[in-house]
């Protein structure tokens, strides 16, 4: 039995059935996106507003329907999907430098990032983004590479290879189509674009790769990656046909976020300084700079030695921070955009890492080498395990405020679920009133919370619209009566806000509803009773051209 393959895979089974656990103990309310996309899932379109693709709310409407609408079938795919990223990570890495240990070390990094164990019991959109952005890197090489047998995957030693052979490969070129391999290429590259658009960054990457890769670059004489890019064109049809029905209200929110079209030129040294700090923050600092560092080497040995295992890693990671980087001089860039780049990032430390490995002869040194990966893993994993654990910054007498707190953020709704359910029992008659937010987040949040999750609606007051203003619908319960559920920073003292009161014969506040999390006070809501609506009150949605 080889120890590697069994320790992965007792850790990957190990983390998962603690995933599984987690997402079914309640610990954790769903977040502002999950309850947004599971709203997706229960009206399923061919796409939606928001630039988070479809696909999302295909996974969460097939768990839930077999599952039933639960936090824990909400969230059973990305405790999947991440496994399934983590396998790919060690099948890529063993590819790339023929080591169980550096597989291993791959895995066991990629999962001590903060942003990737975010990812592993949270449904958002990074879940199937990255599964199927890692897929498409191993479809690619594996189509790349498919050779006759007797060179891919013949134990070739490294010594007998030139510098600029690629390992493993010997000196031939492609005699086979790596058909499969081509067309399941195809499929991540469209099913993660109808996960995130920011998939179309994977073009630029193939680019650099193919173009710097004497290997690669012979598939532009032969059809197959041609084919498999309009394979990958076509499954993004459920996208390109939503827009066409909706104005490409979508296309222009991506160019406004982009900065494009706001009409702005300008640097900004804040949102660059922002986004950098915030890599710091969601993959941990000494494990950061570890990454920079290995995806830097990388291209060093890529693009000076021809290593085309270390060429691939680079290319698949410099050109999406780089991207990410030149944004952020511009425009906000989330913390979290970044994260496929760290897919092949964790490869590229992993190689190194076994490389400085295979030189420490002396026990002395290797041991100074397992404490040095230590304390570069060590701050990701106390971030995790607070992450997971709040409670654990309590026992150690540290007092963190709410606004630093992540986790704020997945504590409260179900208490304000159940509020509003009572409040509809007391004033529910033949016909209840309708439950209505301002904003999509809390209307999410109360159509999975409320007892019976019905159909909520929001009153759009804010500059651009949510996928609620596409489906509306609140225009049908004009003379009806409504339960207004706003945040207290949203409701002027001692009143609703004044839309409200003017689209209302009698408005009344019936509660004030208070949050706690960690023992400690939380968010504060009113709900308002408004009787008689006159009309809907809507601002025109601002969408930038």
């Known amino acids: 039995m080889k120890f590697y393959p069994t320790l992965t895979a007792v850790l990957l089974g190990g983390v998962t059935v603690f995933h599984l656990w987690y997402i079914g103990s309640g610990t954790m309310d769903l977040a502002y996106d999950e309850a947004y996309y599971w709203e997706w899932s229960r009206r399923l379109d061919w796409s939606y507003y928001d630039p988070d693709g479809p696909f999302v709310a295909y996974l969460i409407a097939l768990s839930t329907r077999l599952g039933g609408h639960t936090v824990f079938f909400v969230r059973l795919p990305a405790v999947l999907l991440a496994l399934g990223t ?4 060690y099948l890529l890495t063993k590819r790339l430098f023929s080591s169980e240990r550096a597989a291993f070390l791959a895995v066991v990094v990629s999962g001590l990032m903060p942003l990737y164990a975010v990812g592993s019991v949270l449904m958002t959109i990074d879940a199937p983004f990255v599964f199927f952005w890692a897929l498409a890197i191993f479809a690619l090489h594996k189509a790349v590479g ?17 510098p600029k052979t690629p390992l493993g490969l010997g000196e031939a070129g492609p005699r086979t189509s790596g058909g499969p391999w081509w067309v399941l ?18 073009l630029p990457c193939v680019a650099v790769y193919i173009l710097c890769s004497p290997l690669a670059r012979k598939w532009l004489r032969r059809k197959e990656l041609f084919l498999a890019l309009i394979l990958g064109a076509l499954l ?13 209200a979508s296309v222009w929110y991506v160019l406004g976020r982009a900065g494009v079209t706001g009409g702005e030129e300008y640097l900004s040294a804040r949102t660059f300084l922002e986004f ?40 698949f990671s410099a050109p999406v921070f780089s991207f990410f980087l030149l944004w952020s001089l511009h425009a906000t860039v989330e913390a979290n955009w970044a994260a496929p780049a760290y897919f092949t990032a964790a490869i590229a430390l992993a190689g190194w890492g076994e490389e400085l490995i295979q030189k420490s002869r002396e026990p002395k040194r290797k041991y100074t080498l397992a404490t040095a990966f230590s304390l570069v893993l060590l701050p990701g994993f106390l971030v995790i395990a607070v992450g997971h654990f709040p409670s654990i910054l309590d026992l ?9 707190d992540p986790t704020h953020r997945l504590q409260g709704w179900s208490e304000l679920g159940q509020a509003v359910g009572r409040v509809l029992h007391e004033r529910g008659g033949k016909e209840p009133p309708s439950v209505v937010s301002n904003r999509y987040e809390v209307a999410s949040e109360l159509a999975f919370y409320v007892p019976g999750q019905p159909q909520v609606f929001t ?45 209302c014969e009698r408005i009344e506040e019936v509660e ?12 504060v809501f009113y709900i308002f009773y408004c009787s008689g609506l006159r009309a809907v009150p809507v601002r025109p949605a601002k969408i930038s051209y």
């Open 86 to 89: 983590a396998v790919l990570a």
């Open 146 to 162: 498919s050779l006759q047998p007797g060179s891919l995957g013949q134990k070739t030693p490294s010594s007998s290879l030139s």
């Open 185 to 202: 290429f195809g499929i991540a590259l469209g099913l993660g674009f109808l996960s995130k658009y920011v998939m179309l960054l994977l």
């Open 236 to 248: 993004t049809t459920p996208v390109v046909i939503w827009n066409a029905q909706h104005g490409w």
């Open 276 to 315: 950098v700090g915030s890599q710091f923050l969601v993959v941990s600092p000494f494990l950061f700079m570890a990454l920079v560092f290995g995806v830097v080497r990388s291209g060093r040995l890529g693009l000076r030695a021809g290593r085309d295992e270390h060429l691939l890693l680079f290319s």
């Open 396 to 404: 150690i007498g540290i007092d963190l405020r709410r606004k630093l």
């Open 459 to 503: 009153i759009n007051l804010w500059k651009r619209p949510s996928q609620y203003y596409y489906w509306g619908g609140l225009e049908t319960h004009e003379g009806g009566d409504l339960l207004f559920v706003v945040f207290e920073k949203d409701r002027p003292v001692g009143e609703a806000p004044p839309e409200i009161q003017g689209a």
């Open 512 to 523: 004030i509803v208070r949050t706690f999390h960690r023992g400690r006070p939380g968010y």
